[in-house]
């Protein structure tokens, strides 16, 4: 069974997003509605589904929709229509203490700025997730370290985050989306801040640990050789739209569309 299933889903930021719903269906651009209406179209009708253990890439330029999907997947923000399955089970109609537990058990997030705290140890922040949730100072402890050591870096559990690279601060956020041990992990532009090098040894990184975890990965980037490194199947985004979904080399052999062609004609 499919672990993440997204039927119809569809957002529209403004003051009344229905609206918008009649005129997508007739085939209105966004342009044409944010004219119309004054309503911006962030995804528009997404359909698909993730399997476990899968990376799951969802691709496409700045403005394309890419992080108001993957804030849908955990109900960060409302969907103007759609479902939203997790494990079978529609996110979409839960009460938000139903949502909670989804969020504890079962999905983390780590975003492109690590947002660390600068005056909490390393062991600290990652401790953060745990505490908020409530969890007991020992199992917090523990669970923590082990995250740490998933991420290579239980020797600076108690530095602090400015005496870290870059590239290890990005680590302390893995560490700490990983604590708790979800089954889904949602990463929007993880890596897009990071230096080109660093960014190659965390594409690593992600991929031997996902050897060991065996985790559900929904990885955004807006960079295709990102995407074609490390994506199992990569869903390309335009407009709100997703104008393709396939295995890295199905997208770059057999491009849907002009657009995708594009895309990966300048891929060597
Ligand atoms: P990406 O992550 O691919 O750069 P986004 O999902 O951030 O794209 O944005 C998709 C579209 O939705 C853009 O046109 C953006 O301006 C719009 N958008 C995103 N968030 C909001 C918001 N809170 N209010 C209004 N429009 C938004
Ligand atoms: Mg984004």
Known sequence: MAIIEVKQLTKVFGSEPERALPLLDQGWGKERIYKELRCTVGVNRVHFSIEPGEIFVIMGLSGSGKSTLVRLLNRLIEPTQGSILVHGKDI???????????????????????????????????????????????????????????????????????????????????????????????????????????????????????????????????????????????????????????TPEEIMINPANEYVERFVEDVD
């Open 92 to 246: 979409t109609q839960m009460s938000q203490e139903q949502l909670r537990r989804v969020r504890r058990e079962t999905m983390s997030m780590v975003f492109q700025k690590f947002a660390l705290f600068p005056h909490r140890t390393v062991l600290e922040n990652v401790e953060y997730g745990l505490e908020v949730q409530g969890a007991a100072k020992k199992e917090r402890r523990d669970k923590a370290l082990a995250a740490l050591q998933l991420v290579e870096l239980e020797a600076w559990g108690e530095s602090y985050p400015e005496q870290l690279s870059g590239g290890m601060q990005q680590r302390v956020g893995l560490a700490r989306a990983l604590a708790n041990d979800p089954d889904i992990l949602l990463m929007d532009e993880a890596f897009s801040a990071l230096d080109p090098l660093i960014r190659k040894d965390m594409q690593d990184e992600l991929l031997s640990l996902q050897e060991k975890m065996k985790k559900t990965i929904v990885f955004i980037t807006h960079d295709l050789d990102e995407a074609l490194r490390i994506g199992d199947r990569i869903a390309l985004m335009k407009d709100g739209v997703v104008v393709q979904i396939g």
